[in-house]
């Protein structure tokens, strides 16, 4: 429930934030992607400027999210290794408890 409202409480001025943004910057702008000749337009997009910005904050959450998928691997591989080494562990452990079940089952009872 909780979660609940502060996402409300968050998600709702943001949103509110968002759409304000996209009303006021309404006018076509053209993007050229031909720095010697802007006026070509064979390699200019026109659209709202807010599509523009959108695509710039999508482009960056993806470029910073790789970033950070690719600077975490090391952790990611200590953390594969790790696990392996508990399971081996753990194995090991169950190995040597049965082989003394079996011994004690061994002994004379006193």
């Known amino acids: 429930m909780a979660k609940k409202i502060i996402n409300l409480l968050i998600l709702l001025p943001l949103g509110i934030i968002l759409i304000t943004f996209c009303v006021a910057n309404r006018q076509s702008v053209t993007l050229a992607f031909n720095p010697f000749r802007p006026e070509d337009q064979v390699l200019a997009v026109a659209a709202p400027f807010f599509v523009f910005i959108f695509i710039a904050l999508i482009v960056g959450m993806l470029i910073g ?29 169950d190995r040597h408890k049965t082989r003394a079940e079996e011994i004690a089952g061994q002994l004379p009872a006193r």
């Open 65 to 93: 999210s790789a970033a950070t998928w690719l600077t975490q691997g090391k952790h990611r591989k200590r953390a594969k290794i790790e696990a392996k080494e508990a399971v081996r562990w753990h194995s090991e452990a």
